[in-house]
């Protein structure tokens, strides 16, 4: 599976930003997509996941609220939705693909990038103060 993220930009602070993740190649229906992001200097953190079937989501605890993850099957895509946006948002934001499906679901296994198998390259998010 690749793949591929998009829709990072410059955005003031309190206005909202939706990037895109999209699969090509083989993604079972069982897979869970996560999204990470990094900011300079920091370790990479978990934002949230969905379940490719069922649309189940799961968000850390700093995301909820500001942050939603969709997803589009026919068309293999995998949406985050920033609302609110701060200077603490600006980072680079990953799309990851967890092949082992559902497993620990809402764990910490969910929120470990260790967990995830596939992984995109990554769209940068600039938001100015």
């Known amino acids: 599976v690749q793949l591929q993220a998009s829709g990072g930009g410059l955005v003031q602070a309190g206005g909202s930003l939706r990037l895109s993740c999209a699969a090509f190649?083989?993604?079972?229906?069982?897979?869970?997509m996560g999204w990470f992001r990094q900011a300079p200097g920091k370790e990479r953190e978990f934002v949230g996941a969905?379940?490719?079937?069922?649309?189940?989501?799961f968000y850390a605890d700093s995301m909820k609220g500001r942050f939603t993850i969709s997803r589009d099957n026919g068309k293999n895509t995998v949406y985050l939705q920033m609302n609110n946006l701060n200077a603490e948002d600006t980072a680079v934001y990953y799309c990851?693909?967890?092949?082992?499906?559902?497993?620990?679901?809402?764990?910490?296994?969910?929120?470990?990038?260790?967990?995830?198998?596939?992984w995109g390259q990554g769209t940068l998010v600039t938001v100015s103060s």
């Open positions: 990851a693909a967890d092949s082992a499906g559902t497993v620990g679901w809402g764990t910490i296994l969910t929120k470990s990038q260790y967990q995830y198998t596939y």
């Open positions: 190649g083989r993604a079972d229906s069982h897979y869970v």
């Open positions: 969905i379940q490719w079937s069922g649309g189940r989501t």
